[in-house]
Every structure is written in C-alpha cells, then in structure tokens.
C-alpha cells in the first residue's frame, strides 16, 4: 500500500510540472508575433499573407483555423493571437452588436476601450450572398425566396447564429424556411447534389463559377459591407514596429480578383495555404520568408500530385502523433485523480449520489465548440490547456460512473468478512473493494480514453494541434484525402487504445484472481 502510495504521489507531481510548463508555454513565445485565422479557406490564405508579410521584421506564428468568431476573438483579447484578418461588416454588427451600419472612426473608438484597433483595408469586400443552382427557376433575389416555401436551405453554422446572418434576414425578407446547418466547405457538393436548394456564400468563392450557381440580388440591401482588414490588438503594433510597418504596406493592395484567384488555387487546384500567398506576395514584389508557425513538415505539393498514401504518411504525422496523444493521456489521467474520488463519494454517500452523477453527466451534454469558447477567456489562452480541460470534462462520466457502480457491486459478504477482521473503513475500501470493482473501473477508463481520442480533434480548433489539424484544414478545402489523413490515424489510434486497455484489464482481473 505505501509504494502504491508513492506512485500515486509521484503520477500526481509529474502531472503538476507537465501542466504548469503547458502553462507557461505561452510567456515563454512573448517575442513572437501570432497571426489567428478562422477555419475557412480565404482567412487561412490572409492569415499567411500577413504572417509571411510581417516575418522578415519578427518572429512569426500562424495559428490556424481558430473556429469561429466567438472563438478568435477571445483568443485576439487574451493576448494568444496578435492579429487576424476580419471583416467590417463582421465587426460593426457580430463584434460590436450595431444594428445600423457605423462609421469606421466609431468602431475604431469602441474597439479601443477593448485594447483593439481595426486597419490596413486589404481592398476587397467580401459580402455575405446567398446562392441556388443556375437551373433554379422563377428566383432571381431575395425577395423571391419567401415565396418559394419549399426550397431546402443549407447554411452554415456561423451564419445561422450571427446578428447579421439568418436572423435578420429572415425577419427583413419574410422567409419561412427552417435552414439546415451544413459546413461551408461541403455546402457547394450538396447543392449540386440536390440536397439542398440554397446556401450562403461569400462574395469571392472560387466555387460561384465553378458550380455555375445564380447570386440572389439583395434586393433590400441587408447584408452590409465586408470589407477586409486587419483586426489586431493595439499594443502589438508597438511590440513589433518593422512589421507594423511593413503590414500597412499591404493596404488597398488584394483586389477582389486577388481574392477569388487565391481561392481558387487553394479550393480547385489543392495548392497549401502557404504556397498560395508566397505566391502572391511573390508577384506583388514582396520578398516573404517562411514562418514560425506554418508547420514547413506539411506536403507542400497540390492536392492533384498527392495520393492518399502522400498525405497520410506526411512528415507532420509525428509531430500530430505526439501532440494528440498527450492531450489523451493527460486529460484521461487528470480524469482518473478527480473521476475515481468521486466515483467512490457516490458510491458511499447516497444523499450526494444524485448530484455527483447529474453533474458529470450535464457536464458531457456541453457542445465542443461552445465549451472552448467558454475556456478561453475563463483561462486566458487558447492551444492545449483549454482543450485539456475541455477533454477532462468529457472523460469524467464513464470514469466516475463506473467507479461508483463497481464499488456498488462487491457482494456484502465479502465487506461483512473484512469489517469482522477488523479492518477500518479505509483499510476496506484499498484492500478489498476497489481491487474487486476494478475490472469496472478501468471498463470506464477504457471507454474514456477510447472517446478522448475522437474527440481530442476539437483541439485542432484552438490551436493545440492534434490529428484535427488535417481534418478541419480538410473541411476547409472539401479535401477528402486531407480529412481521411487525420480520421484514420485517429481510428487507429482509438483501436490501439482499446486493445491496450484490454491487456490491462487481463493482467489485473488475473492478479486479482490470485491475490
């Protein structure tokens, strides 16, 4: 029992130094300029161009495909990201909640009170619009879609909850329909696949053409002006002069054929985020370097060279590896010190089973996204440490859960034999019932770690990395060779899980039986 003791000390320091250097992870990358983007293809494509544009001046680091804005916003006021490329529309009505359109200089003295400032009009406005097929008759704009109740309308997630998404369209045009929500990334096949009938878009998708899809007129002019710029926090242009300088070149620089083109390249042609603004920054005459933070281990080639092998096998699987397996294996071992506890509260204390149980189980009924929003300002960052508590979270239910339902099963003889050998309440508990509701236990670690694998993918969203880097870059380019690369280690490494957690189990359930 002691050296068993001073394990469980030892797990518990090793565990504390592990998260306090996570923790400081952050301070230590103070002299590096981070750039944030937001998971679709032109705000990767931006955030490269501002990256590439700023790194011969500063260190720099492209944290990509931060979820929505909810999400990149909290994590440009904590100070995780520096910069990121935004939209005035989306700051006006998403960020500062107008519902009338605002003159730049307001915006600029509301943002400021936030430590915020909005500059460098990149040249183009990318509007919100909403699209149907070319063959769709008798709709020509917005103004048509209320009286065609039995169109399907697929919208993506963001623009079903923003202030200047489907809510105020609704109410301005009068539309009954009850949209779906789809990604934006897949919203183009469905379409064409008839699936549904209607989808938003933005102004310069490289897609509109491709797919020969009809832009409905605003006819009633709702959606405001999207024109691009660069939402960054005010004390990073005085952290990193040369390259605030050097980004105010790009000012009225990218012109919406610009735009269109690049996303084309990355959208239709599979080239790498990265390639395509190098290679527009090559033309514009600018002499970009690589970043910190482009991950230069991705396959650079275009997707029409790469075979799902190539991208499989990339040399950025590694390092995916390494960053997905620890968020696992820390999160499930944080959820065993605090789940097994309160499994054992449970199990003894009737009047607190109730609430211990409803509480875990509430806890796992949070959506991802909507619990790493929530994270981030709580703990003032954004990368591993908000998604190891996000997979805590979810790993507690099965894990306390089980503990208290195999504490319930050990047969009351066996704990009337151990109270008339006098052993202490304690002494009962470590000797006799958790070695004989064990095998229910780690049932309950095993299904916790085998979901903490598929769902460590959120990571990706915040910036921790992970197999969910391939899939939401995937998402973002409909690239389904991108999207199976990260989904089929990470099916492979949820089998692993299992079957190592099976090993496990017979050891134990072997030794019990002997001891």
Same mark, same amino acid.
């Given at each position: 029992?002691?050296?068993?003791?001073?394990?469980?000390?030892?797990?518990?320091?090793?565990?504390?130094?592990?998260?306090?250097?996570?923790?400081?992870? +952050?301070?230590?990358?103070?002299?590096?300029?981070?750039?944030?983007?937001?998971?679709?293809?032109? $705000?990767?494509? =931006?955030?490269?161009?501002?990256?590439?544009?700023?790194?011969?001046?500063?260190?720099?680091?492209?944290?990509?495909?931060?979820?929505?804005?909810?999400? %990149?916003?909290?994590?440009?006021?904590?100070?995780?990201?520096? %910069?990121?490329?935004?939209?005035?529309? &989306?700051?006006?009505?998403?960020?500062?909640?107008?519902?009338?359109?605002?003159?730049?200089?307001?915006?600029?003295?509301?943002?400021?009170?936030?430590?915020? #400032?909005?500059?460098?009009? *990149?040249?183009?406005?990318?509007?919100?619009?909403?699209?149907?097929?070319?063959? @769709? /008759?008798?709709?020509?704009? =917005?103004?048509?879609?209320?009286?065609?109740?039995?169109?399907?309308?697929?919208?993506?997630?963001?623009?079903?909850?923003?202030?200047?998404?489907?809510?105020?369209?609704?109410?301005?045009?009068?539309?009954?329909?009850?949209?779906?929500?789809?990604?934006?990334?897949?919203?183009?096949?469905?379409?064409?696949?008839?699936?549904?009938?209607?989808?938003?878009?933005?102004?310069?998708?490289?897609?509109?053409?491709?797919?020969?899809?009809?832009?409905?007129?605003?006819?009633?002019?709702?959606?405001?002006?999207?024109?691009?710029? *660069?939402?960054?926090?005010?004390?990073?242009?005085?952290?990193? +002069?040369?390259?605030?300088?050097?980004?105010?070149?790009?000012?009225?620089?990218?012109?919406? @054929?610009?735009?269109?083109?690049?996303?084309?390249?990355?959208?239709?042609?599979?080239?790498?985020?990265?390639?395509?603004?190098?290679?527009?920054?090559?033309? $514009?005459?600018?002499?970009?370097?690589? @970043?910190?933070? $482009?991950?230069?281990?991705?396959?650079?080639? /275009?997707?029409?060279?790469?075979?799902?092998?190539?991208?499989?096998?990339?040399?950025?699987? !590694?390092?995916?590896?390494?960053?997905?397996?620890?968020?696992?294996? *820390? $999160?499930?071992?944080?959820?065993?010190?605090?789940?097994? /506890?309160? !499994?054992?509260?449970?199990?003894?204390?009737?009047?607190?089973?109730?609430? %211990?149980?409803?509480?875990?189980?509430?806890?796992?009924?949070?959506?991802?996204?909507?619990?790493?929003?929530?994270?981030?300002?709580?703990?003032?960052?954004?990368?591993?440490?908000?998604?190891?508590?996000?997979?805590?979270?979810?790993?507690?239910?099965?894990?306390?859960?089980?503990?208290?339902?195999?504490?319930?099963?050990?047969?009351?003889?066996?704990?009337?034999?151990?109270?008339?050998?006098?052993?202490?309440?304690?002494?009962?508990?470590?000797?006799?019932?958790?070695?004989?509701?064990?095998?229910?236990?780690?049932?309950?670690?095993? &299904?916790?770690?085998?979901?903490?694998?598929?769902?460590?993918?959120?990571?990706?969203?915040?910036?921790?990395?992970?197999?969910?880097?391939?899939?939401?870059?995937?998402?973002?380019?409909?690239?389904?060779?991108?999207?199976?690369? #990260?989904?089929?280690?990470?099916?492979? =490494?949820?089998?692993?899980?299992?079957?190592?957690?099976?090993?496990?189990?017979?050891?134990?359930?072997?030794?019990?039986?002997?001891?």
């Amino acid at each position: 029992m002691a050296r068993a003791t001073a394990a469980g000390s030892r797990l518990v320091r090793a565990l504390a130094l592990a998260l306090g250097l996570l923790a400081a992870l +952050p301070a230590i990358a103070d002299d590096v300029l981070h750039v944030g983007s937001k998971r679709f293809t032109e $705000s990767y494509i =931006l955030a490269e161009i501002v990256a590439q544009t700023a790194a011969p001046h500063a260190r720099t680091e492209h944290r990509q495909g931060l979820g929505n804005t909810a999400i %990149v916003l909290a994590a440009l006021q904590n100070g995780s990201i520096d %910069v990121y490329p935004e939209y005035i529309g &989306t700051i006006d009505q998403e960020i500062l909640k107008h519902e009338k359109p605002a003159s730049l200089e307001q915006i600029r003295r509301e943002l400021a009170p936030l430590g915020l #400032g909005v500059a460098v009009p *990149l040249g183009f406005n990318n509007t919100y619009a909403l699209a149907v097929r070319g063959d @769709t /008759p008798a709709v020509r704009t =917005l103004s048509d879609l209320a009286a065609q109740a039995n169109l399907q309308f697929g919208l993506s997630h963001e623009f079903i909850g923003r202030a200047d998404g489907w809510p105020g369209l609704r109410q301005r045009y009068h539309l009954p329909q009850q949209p779906r929500g789809l990604d934006h990334g897949i919203a183009y096949e469905a379409l064409a696949q008839r699936q549904v009938d209607v989808i938003d878009i933005y102004s310069t998708d490289a897609k509109i053409g491709r797919y020969g899809l009809k832009v409905l007129e605003d006819d009633k002019r709702y959606f405001p002006r999207y024109d691009a710029v *660069l939402l960054y926090r005010l004390d990073a242009a005085r952290r990193f +002069p040369a390259a605030w300088a050097a980004l105010q070149g790009l000012e009225g620089k990218i012109g919406a @054929t610009d735009m269109i083109a690049m996303n084309g390249a990355a959208e239709l042609q599979g080239q790498p985020f990265a390639a395509v603004a190098r290679d527009w920054l090559a033309r $514009s005459k600018a002499q970009p370097v690589s @970043t910190v933070g $482009s991950h230069p281990d991705m396959d650079t080639r /275009p997707a029409a060279q790469r075979s799902l092998a190539d991208v499989l096998f990339a040399s950025d699987l !590694g390092r995916l590896t390494g960053q997905h397996v620890l968020l696992v294996a *820390l $999160s499930v071992l944080l959820a065993c010190l605090v789940g097994v /506890p309160l !499994g054992i509260v449970a199990a003894y204390r009737a009047r607190l089973r109730q609430g %211990v149980l409803g509480l875990t189980g509430m806890l796992q009924t949070i959506p991802s996204l909507a619990l790493l929003a929530m994270l981030i300002p709580l703990l003032g960052r954004i990368g591993i440490v908000p998604a190891l508590v996000a997979l805590f979270v979810y790993a507690l239910l099965p894990i306390v859960r089980n503990t208290c339902t195999g504490l319930a099963g050990v047969p009351r003889g066996l704990q009337q034999a151990a109270l008339a050998l006098g052993l202490t309440r304690w002494q009962r508990l470590w000797h006799v019932e958790l070695p004989l509701a064990l095998p229910v236990i780690l049932a309950g670690v095993k &299904t916790a770690a085998v979901m903490s694998v598929g769902t460590a993918t959120i990571a990706a969203f915040i910036g921790a990395g992970g197999y969910g880097e391939r899939i939401t870059t995937g998402l973002a380019l409909n690239d389904n060779d991108m999207m199976l690369a #990260g989904a089929l280690p990470a099916a492979a =490494l949820a089998l692993l899980t299992q079957a190592l957690f099976e090993l496990l189990e017979r050891r134990f359930v072997v030794r019990t039986a002997r001891t």
